[in-house]
């Protein structure tokens, strides 16, 4: 025996081991339980809604207010053209993605603060990321209804992403990943388009829609344009509970409910 | 249609952000070409170990204060800690309660948060502070005045962190928190402080065949696809897209003097680099 100090233990299945041992990582898995079954996460797009303004935003809450006696939603809020104004000068002050994560999430902080003020006669407030965590039960058994910052609170220890600066995991991301730890009944992300597509319809006339497909199919068609963030389809790759994501068109009057109440409106990406 | 903001304000670069779509590659290529501002090139990044060194009490974590102390006044340091054995025994009982990654994320934390409390109360009469992720802007201060600050290493990702690939145990954890904070600073230094000489080719606990690997690129230690590493594999995989941190460096706290040597720039321990000097 050597004579180095000893780590004193608390006893546990994990005691001892790396945790960076790929037989004792396997070795966890295990069932996991939805924290909030009945939960829909709704995301509304930054630029694809918000930015519209009321002609876009107001039909829309108007349904998620039509919605709230029926089911438990919780929304997310997309930045929009003032995050990628401020990219584009913080790319041009050289700095890090972590910095420009931080920064572009206060652009979808304002929205979510604007749709959560819209809401408000309603019961929904605004939760920071802090108040996600300790607050959302609370606030969904008051009102079944909160509005949250559809960027995910990773800020400077964003990821520095495979090509270029841009923060990798944007409101469709956080939105996503809201929705798998709390095991959500669904995942509605309201765009301006109505789903996926072969190819892009506006320029070639061969497109075709795809109401639904999985994720490694379309991993494998490696379209050009997709109306959803790429590394959600990573984080689907591994869910254990929100095994799909919708894309729906926000602008179009009831498809949101159409969603909610299951129908196959817009695209379906399955896990 | 959205508003526009005004092109004249605008680069070409800022045009084609405002306009595009951001998962566009030839838009991504373009903001690679931006230049990088190093926030802090003066700060090193030193991670103390949880289990490793915190867990072992003061005959461990006591030589590892007296150097820090000792370096104050010739290195910039920013000490996050790392979780440890109630890490362990956390993510244990809430994977068996059936609980997801974000939620031990959340309890892991708190885990490495105790363990730099418990540093701060070590290192308070010298004026260190701790500083929780919100409080990030102020630590330039502190680093100008005081020389160090504390942060817990886990990265503040709640319950937004990610599943991995298999089991259930959170991927990034505090050696990869510790990383990115190093490269958002773009930090002189990325130092972890463990209770081995670095990267053996075994593990020197269970293995006594096991030989110590000075320097390795981090594309030969993907490619050997071990079953056991000395760092969370979410680091090597991000060293491989960072722009600023090009090579890490492991030292053994129980050895007095090495961390100093790996401030003072010397090849003790195993550094793990970044053959591809071009970066992403």
């Not at chain 1, 991993?219 to 509970?241: F, G, N, S």
């Not at chain 2, 190093?182 to 990325?190: D, N, P, Q, T």
Request: proline share 7%; glycine share 8%; hydrophobic share 45%.
């Amino acid at each position: 025996m050597n004579d180095r100090p000893e780590a004193q233990h608390v006893v546990s299945r994990l005691m001892r081991e790396s945790l960076m041992d790929k037989t004792l990582i396997a070795g966890t898995e295990a069932p996991v339980r939805a924290i909030l079954p009945h939960l829909n996460v709704i995301q509304i797009g930054g630029l694809s809604i918000m930015d519209r303004g009321h002609t876009a935003v107001l039909p829309l809450l108007d349904e998620i207010v039509a919605n709230q006696d029926k089911h438990t939603q919780v929304v997310g809020v997309g930045p929009g053209v003032r995050a990628r104004h401020i990219l584009s000068v913080g790319l041009d002050l050289g700095l890090p993605t972590g910095a420009l994560a931080t920064l572009a999430a206060k652009s979808s902080a304002q929205n979510a603060y604007m749709v959560s003020c819209l809401l408000a006669s309603h019961g929904f407030v605004y939760l920071e990321a802090p108040f996600i965590v300790q607050l959302l039960p609370a606030m969904l058994a008051a009102s079944r209804g909160a509005v949250f910052n559809g960027i995910p609170p990773y800020d400077l220890w964003e990821h520095p992403p495979a090509l270029g600066k841009i923060p990798p995991h944007g409101s469709d991301a956080g939105s996503y990943l809201v929705g798998e730890v709390f095991g959500a009944r669904s995942i509605i992300l309201l765009k301006d388009v109505d789903g996926l597509y072969t190819a892009d319809p506006k320029t070639d006339p061969d497109a075709r829609f795809i109401p639904e497909i999985g994720v490694a199919e379309l991993m494998r068609l490696q379209l050009d344009t997709l109306p959803i963030e790429p590394v959600v389809l990573e984080l689907l790759a591994r869910a254990k509970l929100a095994t799909s994501v919708r894309i729906v068109n926000g602008l179009k009057a009831g498809n949101l409910t159409r969603a909610l109440a299951g129908e196959p409106v817009g695209t379906l990406i399955r896990a | 249609m959205p508003e526009d903001v005004s092109d004249a304000v605008l680069s070409e670069l800022g045009r084609k952000l405002v306009a595009g779509s951001l998962s566009d590659a030839a838009i991504q290529r373009a903001t690679a070409a931006t230049p990088d501002y190093a926030i802090l090139p003066w700060v090193n990044v030193v991670k103390i170990g949880g289990q490793s060194i915190m867990d072992r009490g003061r005959s461990a974590v006591g030589p590892v204060v007296d150097e820090i102390v000792a370096n104050l006044k010739r290195h910039k340091m920013i000490l996050g800690t790392g979780a440890g054995t109630r890490a362990r025994h956390v993510y244990s009982l809430a994977i068996d309660l059936g609980l997801p990654i974000g939620v031990l994320t959340v309890l892991g934390t708190a885990v490495a948060w105790q363990n730099a409390q418990m540093l701060q109360y070590l290192l308070a009469q010298h004026g260190i502070a701790f500083l929780e992720p919100e409080s990030f802007p102020s630590l330039p201060h502190y680093l100008m005045e005081r020389g160090a600050v504390i942060c817990q290493g886990m990265p503040p990702y709640k319950l937004w962190e990610a599943n991995p690939s298999v089991g259930r145990i959170p991927p990034q954890r505090t050696d990869t928190g510790c990383f990115l904070i190093a490269e958002v600073f773009g930090a002189r230094k990325m130092i972890y402080v463990k209770d081995e000489d670095g990267l053996y080719t075994a593990d020197p606990k269970k293995d006594v065949r096991a030989a110590h690997i000075p320097r390795i690129s981090v594309q030969e230690l993907l490619a050997r696809d071990l079953d056991d590493l000395v760092v969370e594999r979410a680091v090597l995989e991000l060293m491989l897209t960072a722009r600023n941190i090009k090579e890490i460096q492991f030292v053994n706290g129980l050895k007095p003097g090495q961390l100093t040597a790996a401030l003072d720039g010397e090849p003790v321990g195993t550094i793990i680099f970044n053959a591809d000097g071009t970066g992403a």
